[in-house]
Structure formats: structure tokens, C-alpha cells
């Protein structure tokens, strides 16, 4: 016996703490960021480093609901998630509804961390960041490059991605309230501000991301917009470049476009290759 209970019993009780059913899922942002997100880290990461039992850093892991994903496909020794918010502490009951995970893995660990300050751990295998620099200001940019590249061992990989990029079609991050593209180019700033305020609908399902689940209140609209206001504008071309600077080799990149073209005004303007560059990612390595 063990603490009242048979040890076909509590064998039985530790195995199901560690199982979950994707096919429970029924939260298409939940989905998206626990498989799409983390199958795409997996793949790129695991292109150069065996994700089993290496330490990994999620860089900006918001509701550690990607960092949940490779944890229990990949079965890192430990996986850290970093933040500037605590949404990452509604993970444990999201992920018992979404996929019948009783408690989370304990090898998952989250961290809150002031801006451009260094995670905490050091001599990492991987670090990987989704979607998450382009909200990283200006000055920060290439302290928290260099951070990155001190928290990995000699050899480290790191995988970036960005999407959408600020010159593309949806660059804004205001797609959830404003279908035309490139409207954050097109119209005046007061204008667009005006547009964001003025919407009232509903989401897809896909876009109810923890901060919309209360409705589309005035103060989601207002948190939207500066969050718009709040992106640094950067390119493909300057994050190649940002990686470069601080020591990373080039291993393997990627650009995706949408199929929208943009309007010959804006190709006047814009460089119409930025235009068109909805996403990148960036496999990098930490030289031996």
C-alpha cells in the first residue's frame, strides 16, 4: 500500500497525470499555438539539436502555451519560459480542459523577467522565440539579440520567427478588427485609430487569444491599438542583420508571402519586397 491506495492503483494515477488527448482541443488559439507553433519549433530546432533531454529557452513565451507543446512532444530535460506578464499562470487549467493534462509537466518552468534583462540561466542547448521581437523596442533590440546569444552554450541553436512582419498586409496586428490590408499604411493615423475604436463584431475563433475571452471591450480596442503603436517596424532584412551583428551564423532561412498584392501607391513608398514578406524565420548557431 502507499498512502491508502494499491500500487496497481498509484501506478496507475502517475501515468494518467502525464497523458493528454489532443483531440480534445476544442480552442482553435489553443490549437494553433500547441500544435502549428510547436511542430514548427520542433521541426526547425530538431533540424540541428536533439530536443529530447536538452534545456531550452522560450523567449517571450506569453501563455506558455507553445513551451507546453514541446515540452510534452519533444521531452526536453527542462524547458524555461520567460515573460513580461504573468499569462502564463492560467496554463495549468487551460491545457486540463483543452487536453486533459492533469498538471503540467514538471520539467516546464516559467519566469517573469523585466525588459531587456537576462533570463537567468546560461550554457543552454536551444532558445526559440514565436512571433514575439517584433514587439521588442527599437534601443532593445540588440541588448536582447546579445542576450541570446549568451544564454546558449558554444554550438547553441536558436530559432526566430516573426509573423506577420510590419510591412505586410496585416503588419498592423489589427487584423482581428480591420479586414483591409495594409491599412496601417493607408490610412492616416487618426483615421486608423478611429477604425479600431469603431468595430464591433466578433472575432474568429482563431484570433481569441486570453486577452480578447472578456468580449471586444473599449479597453481590448485601446490595448490593440497600442500594441500597434508599440512595434518596432522591423524588417527581414534588418533581423538578419541583428542576429549577424552579435556573432549567429545563418544556418537556414525562410520568407513566406501572402497572396494579396499591394496597391502601386505603397509600392511607391515601401520597399515592395517588405510589402509582400508576411513572415520570416531564422535558423541561427552560436559559433563553436
Known amino acids: 500500500m502507499r498512502g491508502g491506495i494499491s500500487i496497481q492503483e498509484w501506478i496507475q494515477n502517475h501515468f494518467r497525470r502525464n497523458t493528454w488527448d489532443e483531440d480534445e482541443i476544442c480552442d482553435e488559439w489553443f490549437r494553433g499555438h500547441f500544435s502549428f507553433a510547436a511542430e514548427t519549433i520542433q521541426e526547425w530546432l530538431g533540424s540541428q539539436l536533439k530536443i529530447e533531454g536538452s534545456k531550452l529557452l522560450d523567449f517571450g513565451c506569453g501563455d506558455g502555451i507553445t513551451a507546453l507543446g514541446v515540452v510534452l512532444r519533444g521531452q526536453p530535460k527542462h524547458l524555461l519560459g520567460v515573460d513580461i506578464t504573468r499569462a502564463f499562470s492560467q496554463l495549468e487549467s487551460l491545457a486540463q480542459k483543452q487536453i486533459k493534462l492533469a498538471s503540467l509537466p514538471k520539467q516546464l518552468e516559467f519566469r517573469l523577467v523585466e525588459p531587456g534583462k537576462p533570463p537567468g540561466s546560461r550554457s543552454l542547448d536551444g532558445v526559440y522565440s514565436w512571433s514575439v521581437l517584433e514587439h521588442v523596442d527599437r534601443q532593445d533590440l540588440r541588448p536582447t ?144
Open 145 to 288: 539579440a546579445q542576450i541570446l546569444f549568451e544564454t546558449l552554450r558554444s554550438g547553441g541553436i536558436a530559432f526566430i520567427q516573426i509573423e506577420p512582419l510590419y510591412y505586410s498586409a496585416f503588419g498592423s496586428h489589427l487584423q482581428r478588427v480591420i479586414s483591409q490590408p495594409w491599412a496601417h499604411l493607408l490610412l492616416e493615423p487618426d483615421e486608423l485609430e478611429r477604425s479600431v475604436m469603431s468595430f464591433e463584431g466578433e472575432l474568429v475563433e482563431s484570433e481569441q487569444d486570453l486577452a480578447s475571452r472578456n468580449g471586444i471591450t473599449p479597453e481590448f480596442k485601446r490595448w490593440l491599438f497600442d500594441e500597434y503603436l508599440g512595434l518596432n517596424r522591423l524588417t527581414g532584412d534588418e533581423l538578419v542583420q541583428l542576429f549577424s551583428s552579435v556573432g549567429f551564423e545563418i544556418i537556414r532561412e525562410h520568407r513566406g508571402q501572402r497572396p494579396e498584392e499591394p496597391p502601386p501607391e505603397l509600392c511607391v513608398r515601401y520597399n515592395e519586397l517588405d510589402l509582400k514578406t508576411n513572415e520570416i524565420r531564422l535558423l541561427l548557431k552560436k559559433p563553436t
